[in-house]
């Protein structure tokens, strides 16, 4: 079984940064990838990045590809997401997820419980 805690999340101010940490823990991630979705009110979930836990392959959505980073660290089995110039339309309910075979947005089968991202005008 494969657990995912996130955390990071907050209010923060349009153009401003920040940091959201997916914890991972039960399994050897060697073959895993892990993505981070975000959820909107009244939207549908949607993707945001992935990363191997190898980190050679990334892949990101176009509306955050210029501003949010994703990178990994192995000894501390987390996936960071770095959140730059936010925008009020990223505010959203932001989650990790994992899965095994290739780095994209679908078939992820381990969800974590989500940390709140607010952006304010």
């Known amino acids: 079984q494969v657990q995912l805690v996130e955390s990071g999340g907050g209010l923060v101010q349009a153009g401003g940064s920040l940091r959201l940490s997916c914890a991972a823990s039960g399994r050897t991630f060697s073959r895993y990838v892990i993505g981070w979705f975000r959820q909107a009110p009244g939207k549908e979930r949607e993707f945001v990045a992935a990363?191997?836990?190898?980190?050679?392959?990334?892949n990101y959505a176009d509306s955050v590809k210029a501003r949010f980073t994703i990178s990994k660290d192995d000894a501390k089995k987390t996936v960071w997401l770095h959140l730059n110039s936010l925008k009020p339309e990223d505010t959203a309910v932001y989650y990790c997820a994992a899965k095994q075979g290739r780095v994209g947005p679908r078939g992820y089968e381990y969800w974590g419980q989500g940390t709140q991202v607010t952006v304010s005008s």
């Open positions: 990363i191997t836990w190898s980190g050679i392959s990334t």
